[in-house]
């Protein structure tokens, strides 16, 4: 006989547990969406200064560079930072002269995070009233720039961010890749963005549209120069200012592969879940996040057999059903290979082996490493 007590605290876990669950569900309902044909009536406005730091993206590259000139929008100038790339990169940008502009990074100053150092050093030598900071591994429809900045002049916002579809290719892609989409949306409340009165913040590096007036005003990236999380840490200059930031899922206006292969998605997730800021405090709260709201609350039924209590019984197998439906539902809402979901346990198992790795390194004080260069921790 199951003691009343085990039976109430199991009863109340596993109603918690669900709640959760329904919070990425619940805000992915509430994401703006941008797609072409939206806002028709732009062709040629404001001049938009597309800035890219590259750092060893032959394979990449290309394709980003090709749909960029392919755009819509008039009034254009791309600008590709190299960051002392070893490949043939700089080879790629000089192909596509004058349409595209290569400018060679200084050398990177103490206290720096590459990727921010390249889009200042861009942003001094661009020319358009808006900025747009993306990522060499984006791929645009012919219509993003003209529907973005259309968004942007209409909602009058000084900052404009969207989140692309993301690409998944191989086994670890399929299984991971959907499970960070939740994780993204969750820990930042990604929607809440869009409300005048809220004060959560967060931006996409991979495509961050800013007015060239605002970002000159909080200082640019010079006064996030040593932030990992660059994208975030300069929606913050932005909120804390009352501006306007817009956030929309995009899937049809633009695609990432963000990563290639295993090792190079852990080293990038951890760099995500690291940052230069360590808190150990904050990767125990997280790791414990993840085993007592994704893995434990999957032990009842198997338990629940065992001790021989239909109530527990019937309760686990509603969070089975729930929680793997949920995955399955979340992979093809974001267009992921649907059947993916039902390994939402392995991706799990994924984050915690990358907070567990965060503590053992952030505890020994170990540099993070990122794209062949390395940033002390702060803090």
């Known amino acids: 006989m199951v003691a009343d007590w085990v039976v109430i605290l199991a009863l109340v876990g596993a109603l918690a547990t669900l709640v959760f669950q329904g919070i990425p569900l619940y805000l992915g309902l509430q994401m703006p969406s941008l797609a072409p044909g939206d806002r028709p009536g732009l062709r040629k406005g404001p001049r938009v200064s597309v800035i890219i730091a590259a750092r060893n993206e032959v394979d990449d590259l290309p394709a980003c560079l090709d749909s960029l000139r392919q755009q819509t929008?008039?009034?254009?100038?791309?600008?590709?930072?190299?960051?002392?790339?070893?490949?043939?990169?700089?080879?790629?940008?000089?192909?596509?002269?004058?349409?595209?502009?290569?400018?060679?990074?200084?050398?990177?100053?103490?206290?720096?995070?590459?990727?921010?150092?390249?889009?200042?050093?861009?942003?001094?030598?661009?020319s358009g009233e808006y900025l747009l900071f993306t990522d060499a591994d984006m791929r645009y429809h012919p219509d993003t720039i003209r529907?973005?900045?259309?968004?942007?002049?209409?909602?009058?916002?000084q900052l404009t961010t969207l989140a692309p579809r993301v690409e998944t290719v191989t086994f670890w892609e399929k299984v991971v890749m959907p499970f960070y989409t939740q994780v993204v949306?969750?820990?930042?409340?990604?929607?809440?963005?869009?409300?005048?009165?809220?004060?959560?913040?967060m931006a996409n590096g991979q495509f961050t549209l800013?007015?060239?007036?605002?970002?000159?005003?909080?200082g640019g990236h010079a006064s996030v120069r040593g932030a990992v999380l660059e994208d975030v840490r300069?929606?913050?200059?932005?909120?804390?200012?009352r501006w306007k930031l817009r956030v929309a899922w995009s899937p049809d206006l633009l695609s990432t592969?963000?990563?290639?292969?295993?090792?190079?998605?852990?080293?990038?997730?951890?760099?995500?879940?690291?940052?230069?800021?360590?808190?150990?405090a904050r990767q125990v709260s997280f790791l414990a996040g993840l085993v007592g709201l994704y893995w434990l609350p999957l032990a009842l039924l198997p338990v629940a057999v065992v001790w021989g209590s239909p109530l527990l019984i019937a309760v686990g197998a509603v969070l089975y059903v729930a929680f793997f439906g949920k995955h399955v539902a979340f992979a093809r809402?974001?267009?992921?290979?649907?059947?993916?979901?039902?390994?939402?346990?392995?991706?799990?198992?994924?984050?915690?082996?990358?907070?567990?790795?965060?503590?053992?390194?952030?505890?020994?004080?170990?540099?993070?490493?990122w794209k062949g260069r390395e940033y002390p921790l702060d803090g």
């Open 234 to 241: 300069l929606a913050e200059e932005f909120r804390a200012r």
């Open 333 to 369: 809402a974001i267009r992921g290979p649907t059947a993916y979901g039902l390994l939402f346990p392995v991706a799990v198992g994924f984050y915690v082996a990358l907070i567990a790795t965060s503590l053992r390194r952030g505890l020994a004080r170990q540099p993070l490493r």
């Open 185 to 201: 949306l969750t820990y930042f409340r990604t929607p809440r963005v869009n409300r005048a009165t809220s004060r959560t913040a």
């Open 210 to 218: 800013v007015t060239r007036a605002a970002y000159d005003a909080v």
């Open 73 to 126: 929008y008039g009034d254009l100038e791309i600008l590709v930072v190299d960051g002392g790339s070893t490949d043939g990169t700089r080879d790629i940008v000089r192909a596509r002269a004058p349409a595209v502009r290569l400018l060679e990074e200084p050398p990177l100053p103490p206290g720096w995070v590459g990727k921010n150092w390249a889009c200042w050093n861009g942003a001094q030598a661009a």
């Open 147 to 157: 529907a973005t900045v259309a968004w942007a002049e209409e909602e009058k916002a």
């Open 257 to 280: 592969r963000m990563y290639r292969d295993r090792h190079e998605m852990f080293e990038g997730l951890l760099k995500n879940v690291h940052g230069s800021r360590f808190s150990a």
